[in-house]
Nanobody, 126 residues
Framework: QVQLEESGGGLVQAGGSLRLSCVAS????????MGWFRRISEQEREFVAA????????YYGDSVKGRSTISRDNAKNTVYLQIDNLKPEDTAVYYC???????????????????WGQGTQVTVSS
């Protein structure tokens, strides 16, 4: 089992920035690839960003590409998502997900993740 806890959400004005954090516990964090998704409907989570277990690969969804950065700190078992130039359409609940056992393929596909956090709300006002 992997437990994930997100933080850093809140209310931000358009054009501002946020840094979301996700702390993982329960497994060797160095073996876990991490991703960020946001809920866009009851059934669907939109891919935002992902980073492989080795940090060699990072991926971004089209909606945030060029204005976001994903990073990880293995000493703190934490993955970060920085989003700049926030837009009202970025408003959503953001979730972090974990893929264990050194898997680093299909990081943009939500259903391939094994564990999820509870989410953190991001609201961007215009």
């Amino acid at each position: 089992q992997v437990q994930l806890e997100e933080s850093g959400g809140g209310l931000v004005q358009a054009g501002g920035s946020l840094r979301l954090s996700c702390v993982a516990s329960g497994r060797d964090f160095r073996s876990i690839s991490m991703g960020w998704f946001r809920r866009i409907s009851e059934q669907e989570r939109e891919f935002v960003a992902a980073i492989s277990w080795s940090a060699s690969y990072t991926y971004y969804g089209d909606s945030v590409k060029g204005r976001s950065t994903i990073s990880r700190d293995n000493a703190k078992n934490t993955v970060y998502l920085q989003i700049d130039n926030l837009k009202p359409e970025d408003t959503a609940v953001y979730y972090c997900g974990a893929k264990t056992q050194y898997y680093d393929d299909n990081l943009h596909i939500a259903r391939t993740y094994e564990f999820w956090g509870q989410g953190t709300q991001v609201t961007v006002s215009s």
